[in-house]
């Protein structure tokens, strides 16, 4: 009998990455719930009866969230999680984003792995432009320099175009909030809603998200003069990446 693959969508990969680590070590949906509540009764919380605050979802409703079946995912779990689970700012900035990111996109676990198929043959940026006309999406991106584009910068003269070859990955550091740390953006989705939290957020950004595909990405490198990409966190030689793109 062959082994059953995972179904775990994009926040259920994410709660397991938290979760399974030392000292904690869990593993599952299930035993998750079991261990959040074990935890809560130790603190003097009531995980279970249902008018209290600190009540945690069923672990049926738990493992939905695993694999996305589910669109509604409750704040205070999450905040209960972070808490439990002793996230650092970091992490609770990656798994509020991640929730993000599945809720405003409609992701399951399967269209999740079919964005990341289709994404190998596309690279994504983050640049000021336009946003709903797709036909100046290809004059984004102006040569030589492409001055439009997020960078990176060394802040001692060195700057290189910043690209990923995972959507996802650019919509993390697009939302990115600065000083509106992971603590208040949770605070403040309790109160307003996730959906007027994100508007608002949106509408102060700065830069979108954008992709090519590989070939359109190489006609767009031969116009240009920098030597550098920073692509998925990595320097690359602006001929090596056209190397790459030419070789399919």
């Given at each position: ?27 599952g949906p299930y035993a998750l719930r079991t261990y959040m509540a074990e935890q809560l009764r130790e603190r003097g919380k009531d995980p279970d ?136 953006y949770l605070a403040a989705v309790s109160f307003l809603g996730e959906d007027v939290v994100n508007e608002a957020l949106d509408n102060a950004l ?43």
């Open positions: 009998m062959s082994k059953r693959r995972s179904t775990y969508g994009i926040l259920g990969k994410t709660l397991h990455k938290f979760a399974a680590r030392p000292p904690h070590n869990v593993r009866s249902k008018d209290s605050p600190d009540k945690l979802p069923t672990g049926a409703a738990v493992r939905k969230y695993y694999t996305g079946e589910t669109e509604r995912i409750e704040v205070s779990f999450l905040v209960a999680f972070a808490d439990i689970f002793e996230l650092d700012d970091n992490e609770k900035m990656e798994l509020a984003w991640v929730n993000t990111y599945r809720t405003i996109t409609g992701f399951g676990p399967a269209h999740y792995r079919e964005e990341r198929e289709m994404d190998e043959a596309r690279y994504w940026y983050l640049a000021q432009g336009p946003e709903d006309d797709p036909e100046e999406k290809m004059n984004v991106l102006s040569p030589p320099w492409w001055s439009e584009i997020l960078r990176w910068d060394d802040g001692e003269g060195m700057e290189a175009p910043v690209l990923f070859t995972h959507r996802e990955d650019a919509e993390r550091l697009r939302r990115e909030p600065g000083g509106f740390g992971p603590d208040a700065p830069c979108r998200v954008y992709s090519l595909p590989g070939e359109w990405l190489l006609l767009k490198l031969e116009d240009c003069t920098f030597e550098w990409l920073r692509v998925d966190g990595a320097f690359k030689r602006r001929a090596d990446l056209m190397g790459e793109l030419r070789r399919g």
